[in-house]
């Protein structure tokens, strides 16, 4: 019974012995392996994938490309004319007030004045109005409508009578554009950016009312110093 016993116990020695031996094997095994640096394989991925977008640019917002949004004022003077002078002040003033907006839209506004001088020049722009508005070659009146400007017959030999545009807005009839007008309608056509510009095609034949003016405009003499 005694010899059992010591049997037993030997065998049981014999099994810890191996456990022993096997863990001993497993924990060697670990250590034998570099550890990462910071402790945890994870963090060092993370960082080189943020390491890696950095320097290839990804993950950076991109800049949306920049659309252009012409603004045209065309007129037959910008210095005598109680009608085109305003109106001309008040498209300026509306692009530097909208400028902001449309830089925060990626639009860039391109403002210009153009003086017509001649009945050629007005057929090549296919001008029927002083002054005329256009957004991306679009006039921003649907109708034409125009009144006797007393101004602009100063210009002509005899006051020859000449008609310039008037604007409809909320009901009321203006000689010059209204800034809200001009601030609306630019900011409309901002919002519409989809819409592809035009240029208007030649006219053949002037109105009868720039053909008046052209005809009697007075001859600006170059100014000599004396």
């Not at 060092?44 to 990804?58: I, P, Q, W």
């Not at 603004?71 to 109106?87: F, W």
């Not at 839209?105 to 090549?124: D, F, M, N, W």
Request: glycine residues 8%; hydrophobic residues 40%.
């Amino acid at each position: 019974m005694e010899r059992r016993r010591n049997e037993e116990a030997r065998q049981a020695m014999g099994a810890n012995s191996e456990k022993a031996a096997a863990a001993g094997r497993i924990e060697g095994g670990r250590a034998a392996g570099p550890m990462p640096a910071s402790g945890c394989g994870c963090s060092n991925a993370r960082g080189d994938g943020a390491e890696n977008a950095a320097s290839s640019g990804e993950g950076e917002a991109a800049q949306p490309a920049q659309s252009i949004l012409n603004v045209e004022l065309l007129v037959i003077d910008l210095n005598t004319c109680q009608r085109c002078v305003p109106t001309g002040g008040r498209l300026s003033a509306a692009v530097r007030l909208l400028a902001p907006v449309a830089e925060v839209l990626g639009i860039e506004l391109r403002h210009r004045e153009i003086v017509v001088q001649t009945p050629e020049e007005a057929k090549q722009h296919a001008f029927v109005s002083s002054p005329t508005i256009r957004l991306n070659g679009r006039d921003i009146a649907q109708d034409i409508r125009e009144s006797l400007c007393e101004s602009c017959g100063d210009l002509t030999l005899g006051n020859t009578p000449v008609d310039c545009r008037e604007w409809h807005y909320r009901g009321t009839v203006y000689s010059a554009a209204p800034l809200p007008m001009l601030v609306e309608a630019i900011m409309g056509a901002m919002l519409r950016m989809e819409i592809p510009p035009i240029v208007p095609s030649p006219l053949a034949e002037l109105p009868e009312n720039l053909q008046r003016y052209f005809k009697n405009k007075k001859l600006q003499l170059p100014m000599r110093c004396c």
